[in-house]
C-alpha cells in the first residue's frame, strides 16, 4: 500500500516538476527525501515572502494575494504590490519552509521528525497517524504583521524594517534547509 501511494505521488510529483510547480529552492530537499525507501513527500514550500489582503482574519478562502515571493524582497516591490480595499486588512506575511512527509511507519517518522528538529526545524510534528503517517517539517521563522485596514498604517522606515526582517527570517531558514539536505545525505 505505501509503495503504490509513493508511485503515484512521485508521478505526480514529476509533472509539477516538469510544469515548474515545485519551488526550485526546495527541489534537492525533496529528491533526497523522496530517495529514501521508508519515504516520500506529499507536499511542500521553499519558504516564502507574503502580502495578502484578507477580507476578515482567518479567511484563506476569501483571501487576495497581493504579492507573493519564494526568495528575498525589496521595499520598492512591497510598494508596488501595496493594494488596499474598502474592507479587510493587508498583512505582511514571512513563512519558512515546510514539507509534508509521508512515513512508512511511526519509527520511521520519528527518526525524520528527529532529524528535522535537529537541523533547527523546531516546529516539526507527527501531524496524522490515521490513514497516513504525515511528518511535518517546519522551523520557527515566522512574521505576520498587519499593515493596515483601508489604508496603510505604518510608516516607511517600518516597512523598510520589516522588508529586511522578513528577508532575514528566510534566509535563516533556508540555511536550515541547507543543513537538512547535508544529515539527509548522511542517514536514513
Same mark, same amino acid.
Given at each position: 500500500?505505501?509503495?503504490?501511494?509513493?508511485?503515484?505521488?512521485?508521478?505526480?510529483?514529476?509533472?509539477?516538476?516538469?510544469?515548474?510547480?515545485?519551488?526550485?529552492?526546495?527541489?534537492?530537499?525533496?529528491?533526497?527525501?523522496?530517495?529514501?525507501?521508508?519515504?516520500?513527500?506529499?507536499?511542500?514550500?521553499?519558504?516564502?515572502? &507574503?502580502?495578502?489582503?484578507?477580507?476578515?482574519?482567518?479567511?484563506?478562502?476569501?483571501?487576495?494575494?497581493?504579492?507573493?515571493?519564494?526568495?528575498?524582497?525589496?521595499?520598492?516591490?512591497?510598494?508596488?504590490?501595496?493594494?488596499?480595499?474598502?474592507?479587510?486588512? &493587508?498583512?505582511?506575511?514571512?513563512?519558512?519552509?515546510?514539507?509534508?512527509?509521508?512515513s512508512y511507519d511511526l519509527k520511521?517518522?520519528?527518526?525524520?521528525?528527529?532529524?528535522?528538529?535537529?537541523?533547527?526545524?523546531?516546529?516539526?510534528?507527527?501531524?496524522?497517524?490515521s490513514n497516513k503517517i504525515i511528518?511535518?517539517? /517546519?522551523?520557527?521563522?515566522?512574521?505576520?504583521?498587519?499593515?493596515?485596514?483601508?489604508?496603510? /498604517?505604518?510608516?516607511?522606515?517600518? /516597512?523598510?524594517?520589516?522588508?529586511?526582517?522578513?528577508?532575514?527570517?528566510?534566509?535563516?531558514?533556508?540555511?536550515?534547509?541547507?543543513?537538512?539536505?547535508?544529515? /539527509?545525505?548522511?542517514?536514513?
Open positions: 500500500m505505501f509503495e503504490k501511494r509513493k508511485e503515484a505521488v512521485m508521478f505526480k510529483l514529476a509533472e509539477a516538476i516538469n510544469e515548474n510547480k515545485v519551488d526550485p529552492e526546495i527541489l534537492e530537499t525533496l529528491k533526497l527525501i523522496n530517495s529514501k525507501k521508508k519515504y516520500y513527500t506529499t507536499s511542500s514550500c521553499a519558504g516564502r515572502i &507574503v502580502l495578502i489582503w484578507m477580507p476578515e482574519l482567518g479567511d484563506k478562502k476569501g483571501s487576495v494575494f497581493l504579492g507573493k515571493w519564494h526568495r528575498k524582497i525589496k521595499y520598492e516591490e512591497l510598494i508596488e504590490s501595496l493594494r488596499f480595499r474598502d474592507s479587510g486588512v &493587508v498583512f505582511l506575511i514571512s513563512q519558512s519552509p515546510i514539507i509534508h512527509v509521508a520511521s517518522a520519528i527518526e525524520i521528525r528527529d532529524l528535522a528538529f535537529s537541523c533547527g526545524f523546531k516546529n516539526s510534528g507527527i501531524k496524522s497517524i511528518v511535518e517539517i /517546519l522551523s520557527t521563522e515566522r512574521i505576520d504583521v498587519p499593515l493596515g485596514e483601508r489604508e496603510l /498604517l505604518v510608516n516607511e522606515e517600518y /516597512l523598510r524594517f520589516l522588508v529586511k526582517y522578513a528577508n532575514k527570517a528566510l534566509e535563516k531558514s533556508r540555511k536550515k534547509l541547507e543543513k537538512l539536505n547535508k544529515k /539527509l545525505k548522511e542517514s536514513l
